[in-house]
């Protein structure tokens, strides 16, 4: 799982928008096992390219902000060459001072995520609680873990577009079941998609025209269907032209 959170974050150097950034974890030895794994692998000397200069300014900005209210846990000496060279780095602090400060929930885009440790069950609820919109939130556990955590998900329900299990956010396939939004801040409308089949509907806006004569209408309304077009008749999908 380590290495897996450190490959999705990283990935386009932590510039996808589902790049995880808050990983919450129980404060237990298991946990322990995890954050050293990750700190090994976030130390292990890379270099990573942003998009741009003021992408990678601002980076290095958040990065220095971030480290003035959470631990650095483990980083890369930061790039000497100039441009868009940009280190992964991941942050660690605890659920009490999480709760207590919001601008450690602020996006900080890049390669980078921060650890939340908490060690009671009300506290990771209080969390998922406080979370504004994301895109995603992801559960790693067993089905048994899902059963006893039914609340959490609960939750996230209303927090996010896209809940993963035993899964990455990074990586978003463009299909009919694809929800790539969720709600405010993350997308401004949270009832549509901005990838798959219904991301049409966050440029559409619905019109009827009520008495008009058919050569007045637009041709996919009208009742011949001139256009061939598959169109919802009385609730049922049809392309046979209305006689």
């Not at 030895?29 to 992408?55: C, E, W, Y």
């Not at 980083?75 to 992964?88: E, L, Q």
């Not at 998609?193 to 008495?211: E, N």
């Amino acid at each position: 799982i380590a290495a897996g959170l450190h490959a999705s974050m990283t990935l386009g150097a932590g510039q996808f928008c589902t790049k995880p950034g808050l990983v919450l974890l129980a404060d237990d030895d298991q946990a322990q096992k995890f954050t050293r794994k990750l700190a090994d692998l976030v130390a292990t000397p890379a270099s990573f390219t942003m998009l741009t200069p003021g992408i990678q300014s601002a980076y290095t900005k958040g990065v220095a902000e971030r480290s003035a209210s959470a631990r650095k846990l483990a980083a890369v000496p930061a790039p000497a060459s100039s441009g868009c060279a940009a280190a992964a780095v991941v942050f660690q602090t605890d659920a009490e001072k999480f709760l207590r400060d919001p601008g450690l929930g602020e996006e900080l885009f890049g390669p980078s995520t921060l650890l939340i440790n908490y060690s009671t069950r009300e506290q990771l609820l209080r969390l998922a609680r406080g979370l504004e919109g994301h895109l995603t939130a992801t559960l790693h556990g067993t089905e048994q873990d899902l059963a006893n955590y039914r609340d959490l998900v609960e939750i996230l329900e209303t927090r996010v577009g896209r809940i993963i299990f035993n899964g990455f956010p990074t990586g978003v396939e463009v299909c009919h079941a694809m929800v790539h939004g969720g709600p405010w801040p993350a997308t401004s409308d949270s009832r549509t998609t901005s990838v798959g089949t219904l991301a049409i509907l966050r440029f559409a806006r619905p019109v009827c025209f009520q008495g008009f004569p058919q050569p007045a209408l637009p041709e996919e309304l009208q009742d011949c269907n001139p256009l061939g077009i598959w169109r919802l008749l009385d609730g049922r999908l049809t392309r046979e032209p209305l006689r």
